[in-house]
């Protein structure tokens, strides 16, 4: 839907007057998967082409009012009295961020706002943190306030952890308030610092291709992942006290815990994959997009075998993607279906339509493609 025909949308249901704009990408993320929640590192990026728009006029009064112009739904609440919709709902997510933001001290004020979300939900680009940053933004300036980027972040994380119930890291939301064109951005989850680091979109091209399989166990299987990590670090720290995070321990300690076997696998991904972040920050800065490649099969086959949260439709992607040429690809997200980040030198036109049959012949579903300008 273009820009023209929201801004018309949105005229004609609050009537002539000013319109402001804010816009929060999507994120993808290159490599680091589950590792934000211990405090590890991770090399994200905003999506430049796939964001969440929300355009928006200031009220003087506690009033929300809101259209989704993507599914024709409509919210309205008081800032006085929010009061949260049943799990799964989008209308908890504004919701959810102004609590947050009212529960830090801040002031707010109401808009009349017209939401368009171009970022597809399960497809392992984080539509729900593009959608809480937009709304943030949005009630910021509305209620003339002026918050720093990572306040802004980790405030959406709180709304999405406290009050909409899903307990995720901090990497989404920083990757949508930090988006930068043509970087992704090595961040420390731990320290939230962070700097940049620039891709060639001139010669590479990434691609996420969503398995359209519905991720049934992922919120839960999630969970318990980050579980079994809490359960392996605090084992950890009894035998170990002078490793402060996961991430500083040395691989060959794992081997030497009295910890079961899965716990081992979780806590032997977590530490190599933190690793792999490092060489893969080396990869860009050298502009080795060879070695960059091979480091997302590696990431893709720990969180295959050690991480356990891949499925076959993702294996599938990732092998006949390796197969057909890519430099790189692995499952990007929480898993149990959702996408795969893929990246490839030269045109990906040929690649596209040939691992899309493939697929189609295999399992009898059309993969979402998505280009993504960085």
Known sequence: MDKQTLRDKFLSLYGPGDILEVSAPGRINLIGEHTDYTGGYVLPAGTQNIQCHLLFRPRHDYQVRLYDAKFDETLEFS???????????????????????????????????LLYNEVPIGAGMSSSASLEVAHAHAFIKSSNLTLPPKRIATLCQRAENKFVGV???????????????????????????????????????????????????????????????????????????????????????????PLSPTLRKRLKHIIEENLRVLDAESALRESNYTKLGELLFESHESLRHLYEVSCPELNFLVDTGKQLGCLGARLMGAGFGGATIHLLKGDPSSYIQELTHL????????????RIDL
């Not at 990757?175 to 010669?203: C, E, G, M, R, W």
């Open 79 to 113: 800032l006085l009295e929010i009061t949260l919709d049943p799990p799964g709902s989008w209308t908890n997510y504004p919701k959810a961020v102004a609590l947050a933001l009212q529960e830090a001290g801040y002031e707010l004020l109401g808009f009349d706002g």
């Open 167 to 257: 307990q995720c890291g901090i990497m989404d939301q920083m990757a949508s308030v930090l988006a930068k064109p043509h970087n992704f951005i090595f961040l420390d989850t731990h320290y939230l610092t962070y700097h940049y680091l620039q891709f060639d979109t001139t010669n590479f091209t990434i691609l996420v291709i969503d398995t359209k399989v519905k991720r049934a166990l992922a919120a839960s299987e999630y969970n318990k992942r980050r579980a079994e990590a809490e359960a392996g670090i605090e084992l950890l720290k009894k035998h170990h006290p002078e490793y402060k995070l996961l991430r500083e321990v040395p691989p060959h300690i794992i081997d030497n815990l």
């Open 359 to 370: 697929y189609e012949d295999k399992f009898g579903i059309t993969p979402g493609v998505y």
